[in-house]
């Protein structure tokens, strides 16, 4: 298994998440991250899907987060994205901060 790897990522904050100003329910957020990924099992582009949906920061480079190590991201998100092969895409993934979909992107 890889020391660090390389991961795109697609947030859905709500109501009481970690750092979230979002509004919506946790239930709204997650039928909506649902409806995302079944999008991209379509054939929807993550990196478009990102740009027009994401709460992150990141969104913005298509949610690109960059390389990073093990330990830098929280316990559900690390464990998540280091599980991925390359250009695969996560199912929902909890974390403190909402619901998030993963794609390793090395």
Do not use: N
């Not at 740009?51 to 949610?63: A, F, I, V």
């Not at 190590?69 to 092969?85: I, N, Q, R, T």
């Amino acid at each position: 298994m890889p020391d660090q790897i390389r991961a795109a990522h697609i947030l859905l904050m709500y109501k009481g998440s970690m750092r979230s100003q979002a509004s919506r329910s946790k239930d709204e957020a997650l039928t909506a991250i649902t409806e995302i990924l079944e999008e991209i099992k379509e054939g929807a582009d993550f990196e478009a899907m990102a740009r027009q949906y994401s709460d992150c920061p990141s969104s913005e480079d298509g949610g690109d987060l960059g390389v990073f190590p093990k330990g830098a991201m929280v316990p559900e998100f690390e464990v998540a994205a280091f599980s991925l092969a390359s250009g695969e895409v996560s199912g929902v993934v909890e974390t403190p901060f909402g619901f998030h979909l993963i794609q390793r992107t090395d």
